[in-house]
Antibody, heavy 118, light 108 residues
Framework: EVQLEQSGAEVKKPGESLKISCKGS????????IAWVRQMPGKGLEWMGIIYPADSDTTYSPSFQGQVTISVAKSISTAYLQWSSLKASDTAMYYC???????????WGQGTLVTVSS | EIVLTQSPGTLSLSPGERATLSCRASQSVSRSYLAWYQQKLGQAPRLLIY???SRATGIPDRFSGSGSGTDFTLTISRLEPEDFAVYYC?????????FGQGTKVEIK
């Protein structure tokens, strides 16, 4: 069974760093793209970027370029979304999404809620 | 970047009625790589339609998608109580995905 298991909710202060994770299981992790999607409270879905685990080829949305870092650890089938200095406006639910190459996004993680507050 | 505009913003209907949701793209969506999702409060989005018109696994046949190029439609033939939710379209044909802003289907 394909699963994307995301790390648990985080509460952080502005200026702190954070790395959240998305662990894939039940499939060949390196053969499928992993994207990250943000949903701010009461708002819609925003695509942040995507990575191909086999070679770490990464594309960022212009809105998120320079604001976050997407990476993978192939050995443990895990993708990451990282901030070096959080802002209150980073408060949101973050989802990872799997996409087979040349096909449609087919599996979503359960989401990680990040709360940034002083 | 392809901008997706959904209309209407809110659709107020009664159970049993037909719902028609629109998604218009600012430029042609490559290979009809257009998906529709349903999202309920506190849940992750659920894939309904991919490739503009193919139903995802387990999706009831009252949900149907149509369209190509820049104009796409999601139709729910007869609304069931569990269908009242927010619906998003998404294009995944370019290297940068984009989502529409969502249509809320609410009980009238």
């Amino acid at each position: 069974e394909v699963q994307l298991e995301q790390s648990g909710a985080e509460v952080k202060k502005p200026g702190e760093s954070l790395k959240i994770s998305c662990k894939g299981s039940g499939y060949s992790f390196t053969s499928y793209w992993i994207a990250w999607v943000r949903q701010m409270p009461g708002k819609g879905l925003e695509w942040m970027g995507i990575i191909y685990p086999a070679d770490s080829d990464t594309t960022y949305s212009p809105s998120f370029q320079g604001q976050v870092t997407i990476s993978v650890a192939k050995s443990i089938s895990t993708a990451y979304l990282q901030w070096s200095s959080l802002k209150a406006s980073d408060t949101a639910m973050y989802y990872c999404v799997r996409r087979p190459g040349g096909s449609y996004p087919d599996y979503w993680g359960q989401g990680t809620l990040v709360t940034v507050s002083s | 970047e392809i901008v997706l505009t959904q209309s209407p913003g809110t659709l107020s209907l009664s159970p049993g009625e037909r719902a028609t949701l629109s998604c218009r793209a600012s430029q042609s969506v490559s290979r009809s790589y257009l998906a529709w999702y349903q999202q309920k409060l506190g849940q992750a989005p659920r894939l309904l339609i991919y490739g503009a018109s193919s139903r995802a696994t387990g999706i009831p046949d009252r949900f149907s998608g149509s369209g190509s190029g820049t104009d796409f439609t999601l139709t729910i033939s007869r609304l069931e109580p569990e269908d009242f939710a927010v619906y998003y379209c998404q294009q995944y044909g370019s290297s940068a995905w984009t989502f529409g802003q969502g249509t809320k289907v609410e009980i009238k």
